[in-house]
T-cell receptor, first 112, second 112 residues
Framework: DAKTTQPPSMDCAEGRAANLPCNHSTISGNEYVYWYRQIHSQGPQYIIHGLKNNETNEMASLIITEDRKSSTLILPHATLRDTAVYYCIVRVAAGGYQKVTFGTGTKLQVIP | EAQVTQNPRYLITVTGKKLTVTCSQNMNHEYMSWYRQDPGLGLRQIYYSMNVEVTDKGDVPEGYKVSRKEKRNFPLILESPSPNQTSLYFC???????????FGQGTRLTVV
């Protein structure tokens, strides 16, 4: 799986949009971009994933650049409960294995 | 309720005393994984399983064993625990290799 690079930490004002970047310059054509978050030491929670088109669900939006070398997770109206560590990972869509590397993620602090 | 259940949630043990951390999912998922999480190192995959009787090593398999005799269960076995296996452990499952993963609540293991 391709390696991802994320800033170690970010702050965001409550009510504003939080934009979390991720670089995955070595991503392959069959690899999806996934985002998870982890609140305190709870189990990570799935947020969203995409291949090349932008995606939106009830939690967030995912913007993937045309060359697929980077992406941005957008939390449109951040709340205090969105304070967490956010992980960007890439995973192969097909093939016989599911080896996954999470990395250290971005610690998002939402400020009142 | 769809969930991944790990037991125990907390465990303190002594060096060399064999232990098993259980993981069970009720979603009929094919794929299951174990991760450990250590400060500054993020989540690292220990082992994964693509189906019953099919398992493979992740990034940090040394000192661990797993088995997948039934689809719903994926226990993590430490035959001879050592202090460097003190960590927070997570089990995860997913329906297919490229779908969202559901994580358990974690097991905090301390080996003294």
């Amino acid at each position: 799986d391709a390696k991802t690079t994320q800033p170690p930490s970010m702050d965001c004002a409550e009510g504003r949009a939080a934009n979390l970047p991720c670089n995955h310059s070595t991503i392959s054509g069959n690899e999806y971009v996934y985002w998870y978050r982890q609140i305190h030491s709870q189990g990570p929670q799935y947020i969203i994933h995409g291949l090349k088109n932008n995606e939106t669900n009830e939690m967030a939006s995912l913007i993937i650049t045309e060359d697929r070398k980077s992406s941005t997770l957008i939390l449109p109206h951040a709340t205090l409960r969105d304070t967490a560590v956010y992980y960007c990972i890439v995973r192969v869509a097909a093939g016989g294995y599911q080896k996954v590397t999470f990395g250290t993620g971005t610690k998002l602090q939402v400020i009142p | 309720e769809a969930q991944v259940t790990q037991n125990p949630r907390y465990l303190i043990t002594v060096t060399g005393k064999k232990l098993t951390v259980t993981c069970s999912q009720n979603m009929n998922h094919e794929y299951m994984s174990w991760y450990r999480q250590d400060p500054g190192l993020g989540l690292r995959q220990i082992y994964y399983s693509m189906n019953v009787e099919v398992t493979d090593k992740g990034d940090v398999p040394e000192g661990y064993k797993v088995s997948r005799k039934e689809k719903r269960n994926f226990p993590l076995i430490l035959e001879s625990p050592s202090p460097n296996q003190t960590s927070l452990y997570f089990c995860a499952s997913s329906y297919r290799r490229n779908t969202e993963a559901f994580f358990g609540q974690g097991t905090r293991l301390t080996v003294v």
